[in-house]
């Protein structure tokens, strides 16, 4: 079956890339696991194997159709439920905690995809992703920078690099390495929903010119005195600019 360019499909065909995942995502037998594009089920076989229950989303009839044919038992037994939809307008229904997010995920939606379930009402347990690299190493602020992708996943959990997957991992290859990452201690609790709002919109105007200093960019949603002061306390030079403050600063600058 050979990959769609349109659907961002690059099929993982490590063993050793599939065992980390499996491992980083710590499954029981009482597990549910949502897998995002299955695409020929490499990794969907090792979920299974691991004993959880697993909720395969599919938007390829093509691979619909292989996927039926390999885990027809598993899908009659009731352990595997594949669906044909698209992860961005497909309804979970899921309890918050009850669950784990489990995929290789396409890059052009990576953004998208974990936006979406950090935020949701219902949050899994524990996300493990294989991703793009650069956007890995972004996500845990690997180089002391935080970004806007950084920080609004601190704000609903704990980000690890677990480990890199060289393009030549996957068929076809991409033109970039990948690496797993996980995100774990997920909860509304690191950012209560009366701040939600205003941290999103205070860092989404301070990225907007993260060059800048921040005393340049956040007023007046925060005075340039308030700011100055604010800096001068937690020992941050007045200059500084937005990737310089971590996630417990911004949550401090906005209480």
Do not use: C
């Not at 710590?26 to 299974?48: F, S, Y």
């Not at 909720?55 to 669906?83: N, P, W, Y």
């Not at 347990?125 to 793009?132: F, K, N």
């Amino acid at each position: 079956m050979k990959a769609k360019k349109s659907l961002g499909q690059h099929f993982l065909k490590s063993k050793r890339a599939v065992a980390k995942i499996i491992s980083a995502a710590q499954l029981t037998p009482d597990d549910v696991v949502l897998e995002i594009g299955p695409g020929k089920g490499a990794l969907t076989k090792a979920l299974l194997e691991s004993g959880a229950r697993v909720i395969a989303i599919e938007k390829d009839s093509d691979m619909i159709e292989v996927l039926e044919q390999m885990f027809a038992h598993e899908i009659k037994s009731g352990r595997l439920t594949l669906i044909h939809e698209d992860i961005l307008t497909w309804n979970p229904n899921l309890e918050a905690g009850s669950w784990k997010l489990v995929a290789n995920i396409p890059y052009y939606i990576t953004g998208e995809i974990i936006r979406r379930f950090l935020s949701e009402v219902a949050q899994p347990e524990r996300m493990v992703l294989l991703v793009q690299k650069e956007v890995a190493t972004r996500i845990v602020a690997r180089d002391a920078k935080e970004s806007i992708l950084s920080l609004s996943v601190k704000a609903y959990g704990t980000p690890k690099l677990v480990m890199t997957v060289p393009a030549r991992d996957f068929s076809p290859a991409p033109k970039v390495d990948s690496a797993i990452i996980s995100i774990t201690d997920i909860s509304h609790d690191r950012l209560p929903s009366d701040n939600e709002e205003k941290f999103f919109t205070i860092i989404k105007q301070a990225f907007s010119q993260k060059r800048k200093q921040l005393a340049g960019t956040i007023p007046p949603l925060v005075s340039k005195e308030m700011l100055i002061e604010f800096l001068t306390q937690q020992k941050l030079p007045v200059t500084a600019r937005p990737e310089e403050l971590s996630f417990e600063d911004w949550m401090k600058l906005i209480a």
